[in-house]
T-cell receptor, first 117, second 112 residues
Framework: NAGVTQTPKFRVLKTGQSMTLLCAQD?????MYWYRQDPGMGLRLIHY???????AKGEVPDGYNVSRLKKQNFLLGLESAAPSQTSVYFC????????????????FGPGTRLTVL | QQPVQSPQAVILREGEDAVINCSSS?????VHWYRQKHGEAPVFLMI?????EQKGHEKISASFNEKKQQSSLYLTASQLSYSGTYFC?????????????FGTGTRLTIIP
């Protein structure tokens, strides 16, 4: 099991460029999340998905779009990158078993470090 | 609303104990604890559920006080491997745990 993987690991963009970050999980999890992490801010939820074909906004969705066409993949898009989007992006996935001991435990990918110049 | 963690940072000598607190302004049904080592992804430590027992992981344990809407993480006889940033996460919505909001973290540094 690879767990949660993210590509790319690093990326440098110029203001106004677009890009897509890919997250893949092989644990058959229903729920997937995109977070950004900035110094002193902790982890902030950008968008999330509760199942294939569904997406929803998190705390800081502006400037980002997502898609979940396949259960195992969750894509994060930046249409027109801005310097304020310089951050480390983490993808996570989770599941829940009714009555289970670890509901919604989140498994994180290794992160993507994005710099927007 | 984001939970509040304290302290923001702590430095310990190997073998010393530490307590990290996490408090919320709203009723809690669960608290999740994660640890993130420098340059790595956050890793799940434990979850405390309303009405559940105190949990443990290695020499790390935690408690959950539902009435006070807070949780505390106890690190006993700290080891160098405990260094990292600890985050608590609380459900965004009362009954649905699938979304968490995380505190800003407590940076723990263990020195030999």
């Amino acid at each position: 099991n690879a767990g949660v993987t993210q590509t790319p690991k690093f990326r440098v963009l110029k203001t106004g460029q677009s890009m897509t970050l890919l997250c893949a999980q092989d644990m058959n999890h229903e729920y997937m999340y995109w977070y950004r992490q900035d110094p002193g801010m902790g982890l902030r939820l950008i968008h999330y998905s509760v199942g294939e074909g569904t997406t929803a906004k998190g705390e800081v969705p502006d400037g980002y779009n997502v898609s979940r066409l396949k259960k195992q993949n969750f894509l994060l898009g930046l249409e027109s990158a801005a310097p304020s989007q310089t951050s480390v992006y983490f993808c996570a996935s989770s599941y829940s078993v009714l009555g289970g001991p670890k509901p919604y435990t989140q498994y994180f990918g290794p992160g993507t470090r994005l710099t927007v110049l | 609303q984001q939970p509040v963690q304290s302290p923001q940072a702590v430095i310990l000598r190997e073998g010393e104990d530490a307590v990290i607190n996490c408090s919320s302004s709203k009723a809690l049904y669960s608290v999740h604890w994660y640890r993130q080592k420098h340059g790595e992804a956050p890793v799940f430590l434990m979850i405390l559920l309303k009405g559940g027992e105190q949990k443990g992981h290695e020499k790390i344990s935690a408690s959950f006080n539902e009435k006070k809407q807070q949780s505390s993480l106890y690190l006993t006889a700290s080891q160098l491997s405990y260094s990292g940033t600890y985050f608590c996460g609380t459900p965004v919505e009362s009954f649905g745990n699938e979304k968490l909001t995380f505190g800003t973290g407590t940076r723990l540094t263990i020195i030999p």
